[in-house]
């Protein structure tokens, strides 16, 4: 009998807030990260909106607790604040007091700074502090500043799967302590504004100049964000053991692979209505047990159709409240499957649903539409998290009040 | 992870001739310069021309070896692709910086942008192949392609079949010249057929791609089953030797029983310490053949596994080697990445 996979803590940094505290008083103030940024040199200051993190990274040098200290790049110090929280709401003062399991997504690892230095590395004709950012080139720099940094030295690694990374992390970490491989693992990514994916998603036609418009008729693209979010996973043993208060229960995860193209889910959501449909077979559901589903809803013109058709093969008329919080928070592409699973916890413990900002209009594909208010006091027992990216990989979580 | 895996297929793209023919007739690739590259197929027979034209070289690279993997093993559609590669498409990512500078961030190809993501290999191995099952890639330098290993592992023992775990890795001058500024790279020239006699700091750069059809069963197709492995993050110098006496004691083995250690020994004077745990073992190095990168170890698994399925050490590739090893029950791989990410692989003939 495999284990049960509980949360037992979390942390998160994104443009609404530097907690999760943070995070749902301006959940629940409808209060939207997007801006302009202050912090990335691109031509696209004024025009493209983002929902970037408000400190500076001299800032979060502070927050994260390494003032002063050299070679953190903002997606590790992102990274870190939420890495900090979630340790300790999970209680756990020496991570080195169970073996402990670190799994960190990333998209384009220390880009935010390597990029702004690039060229002088290259160039043999210039030397200096520059240097320093040399490793932080690839994905697994952040995984390690933070291992290090905190004192996580069982088993590291870093998944990068677009969009659905940190709910890949999650999934592998749950799959790892039902293994009986490890019983704590901490699960998440971090994600920070570059120019390099900026300019990536624009060269796709891909990005909203106004503030993206999940599930609506008239949507026109996304919105980058940046943030970083952690959760802390234990086995049913290890909860009974340390006597750790319990979140809320990963009960079902699925990935699958659509096969259809690069870049581009299939119309009919074909790799989002298996995803799901795996997620909730593994955690024994069916449809009818699902009262929230928080949607990937990035407000690109495929996904939400693929997305709403595949919410449509899977719930029929009877589809639950549903709602995409990346007009809160932008599209954190790596950390984005764990800052959703986090709102997904808040749903649960604090029985609500999410508003999806600015919706006006029915898509004429679909006869769904997403629910606009902040609902307070509703019965959120069950709730399907979907993260979908490039290359056709998608991934559902089923997160579970916990009920014993 | 408990529980063996088996290898019924695999292919690697390497700097030897490791992809065509009878791998054991070639004699080793000599390169003259500290950047060894590989020996690249005609990728036409694999992938259609039109695709071919707009796909990068790691990823021709990368969907070639896994195409040739499934081609080998017999199986048309793997239950599952998983893979491992620290630095994914090199040249894709070097292209897009360049052009968001070259261009002012106007009018941008987003080609570069999209074949730089990691997972785009991947992506591509499901399309070619068809397959909408289970599709993770992993990004951490030295420990990529043993992430991908134990993912592959976990989706045998939660029943998958035919789990497909690869790697791959590139390197392009300019990120040679990038690593070199940290001292990864010796600062004299040596041949790669002569990188044991150069002990000093730093080593060689390589590339290439692994890719093996895993299954929880055996059959007469099996290369050899992938018995365990275990990985160290960071470790002590000390840490090694106790974890590797108990390694093999978890798979009923002692130092004696082990018939040859693949090494990733690159004569790195500033790393090659931590090999020392295995003095007294039968070792040959492999990363003359290879040279260093972040997924040198799944070379090494596609180097033991033939090994142990032929019960024979290619002597034309380890010139160091006195005389065949008796048998080849048991392999072990040590290999470490600049001394941060170390693993342990035991692969054992069927």
Redo the contacts between chains.
Sequence with gaps: MAERVFITGMGMITAIGDNVAGNLHNLRLLRTGLGYTRHLD???KETLPVAEVVHTTEQLHELAGVAGMEGYTRTTLLGLVAMREALQQAGISDVQDEPTGFINA??VGGMCDT?NV??D??N?EKSGDF?KF??T????DC??RI??TVGL??????????CSSSA?ALM?GA??IR?G?LRRVICGGTEALT??TL??F???KNIDKRPCMPFDQDRNGLNLGEGAAYLVLESETLVQERQSAVLAELRGYA?????????APSPEG??AY?AMKNALDMGGLTPADVQYVNVHGTATLTNDVAEGMALQRLFGQQTPKFSSTKPFTGHTLAAAGAIEAIYSVLAIQHQLVFPNLHFKDKMEELYIVPETRLLEGYPVQNVISNSF?????NASLLISKYEG | ?KGKCYIQGMAAISPQHTFEGDSSAQPMVAGSSNMLSCVEPDYRTFIPANSLRRMSRMLKIGLTTALKCMQDSGIAVPGA?VTGT???SLQDTER??KE??DY???A???TP??QS????V???I??Q?????????????G?SFE?AL??SM?LL??GAENVLAGAFEEITG?HF???S??GQWKSETVPNNALHEHFSPGTISGEGAAFFLLDAKPSDKSYAAIAGMK?L??PSPEKPGTALQQFLQQHGLSMPDVDLVLTGSNADSNYDFYYDVLDGMLQLPFKHLCGEYDTASAFALWLGAKMVKEQQVPAQWFPMLQQQPAQLKNVLIYNHFFG?QHTFMLLQSI
């Design positions: 691109t031509i696209y990333s998209t990029e690039y060229f590395i290259i043999p240097l040399i490793d080139l690839d994905c697994a995984t390690q291992a290090d030295n069982e088993h590291i690694a870093t998944i990068s799967t677009a890949n592998f799959r790892l293994a491989v120019r390099f300019n990536g624009n060269s796709l990935n699958s692979n659509e096969a259809f193209h690069p870049t074909d790799g298996a990216g490039f290359g056709g990989n | 992870m692709i620290g630095k994914g897009f910086i968001i500078r002012e961030e106007r941008l190809n987003p942008f999209i993501t990691y997972n785009a991947n992506g591509l499901a399309l192949q068809k397959c909408t099952q289970y599709n993770n890639t992993f990004v951490h330098r420990f992430n134990l993912d976990l023992h939660e300019e010249y990038i690593k500024r940290i990985t993050y960071k941060e």
